[in-house]
């Protein structure tokens, strides 16, 4: 009983190893999920240091409101600007990373009425 289990267990895996699977999701959807769960953040950089992790480079994260488009919310662009500071992290192959820095800005360059800048630094931990 056992040899006959374990043979048809060999051939359903091995007819299953042909099989393809793709998906809609992208790079971004993935950064999105990684850097909302499992990303650790330290408090600063003495902390990464203390916990062995090690630096891997500067990080930023920009979100800007277009001057047109009306009302800004401060607040959600600071969010914004976190978000895609952890995207840099992810996308650096980071699994950690600090925030060093929020302030909010003028950019010019693409007519940000407001605009916030998060600067930290990314860690392998």
């Known amino acids: 009983m056992k040899k006959t289990l ?13 099989i393809k699977v793709s998906t809609n999701i992208n790079d971004v959807m993935i950064a999105n999920q990684i850097a909302k769960h499992d990303l650790y953040k330290f408090r600063n950089h003495q902390h990464a240091n203390e916990m062995g992790a090690t630096m ?11 001057s047109r488009r009306g009302t800004v919310n401060k607040n959600n662009l600071k969010a914004e600007a976190q978000s895609l500071l952890k995207q840099d992290a992810v996308n650096r192959g980071a699994n950690a990373y600090t925030i ?9 360059k693409y007519e940000c009425e ?6 930290g630094q990314s ?3």
């Open 6 to 18: 374990c043979t048809l267990l060999l051939l359903l895996c091995s007819g299953c190893s042909a």
């Open 100 to 108: 060093e820095q929020c302030i909010a800005v003028t950019y010019a």
């Open 56 to 66: 891997m480079g500067q990080i930023e994260g920009l979100s800007c409101e277009e």
């Open 114 to 119: 407001k605009a916030y800048l998060c600067t």
């Open 123 to 125: 860690y392998s931990y």
